[in-house]
């Protein structure tokens, strides 16, 4: 059984979800400080961070990449630790069990991608969550609901009529139409 020491994943931070205009221009120092203030650890490029199951220590790094639509955040976690720690809690497991061989191979191949499965849904979730947490006041809902003027597109800042639901510029939703009437059932 074969586990992947280093998994790759993507969080978008693209238009129309993210206005990029808004986005300070030192991201990349603002990431490092928001890692750093969520406390992990820095260690060769890498942060270090215990956020897995039983506390297993794991490293990611994270670079910035721009795509013709805004940004894409690419964070790398390396799992050494928690792939050994796994096969070892399972051979461990599995040897206090006193089982037959084929059920204790069964055994250990079952508990060992259980355990490694939520380890990284734990992992990739949590530094996810930070990010989606990091960049929340530059998302066009949010500046849609923090904003007065109603003329105006939160979003693009373009003028609208009133009667307009929908900018023509960048095709957020506005308001709720008011000549539109519920269904009556």
Not at 87 to 96: A, D, H, N, V
């Amino acid at each position: 059984m074969a586990f992947p020491y280093q998994i790759k994943q993507v969080f978008k931070l693209t238009q129309p979800e993210y206005r990029i205009e808004t986005l300070p221009l030192s991201l990349d120092s603002m990431l490092s400080k928001a890692i750093s203030d969520k406390g992990y650890e820095t260690k060769d490029n890498w942060y270090v961070g215990k956020q897995a199951l039983f506390n297993v220590p794991f490293r990611f790094n994270i670079e910035l990449q721009k795509v013709a639509d805004g940004f894409h955040i690419i964070y790398h976690l390396q799992l050494n630790n928690l792939v050994n720690g796994t096969l070892i809690l399972s051979l461990i497991i599995g040897l206090l069990a006193r089982m037959q061989f084929s059920y204790f191979m069964m055994f250990v191949a079952i508990v060992s991608m259980a355990f490694y499965t939520l380890s990284v849904l734990i992992m990739s979730g949590g530094i996810n969550s930070m990010l989606k947490g990091l960049f929340k006041a530059y998302s066009v809902e949010e500046l849609a609901m923090n904003y007065d003027a109603e003329n105006q597109c939160p979003a693009c800042g373009h003028v609208l009529e009133p009667q307009q639901t929908d900018c023509p510029e960048c095709g957020l939703r506005v308001k709720q139409n008011r000549f539109t009437k519920p269904l009556q059932l």
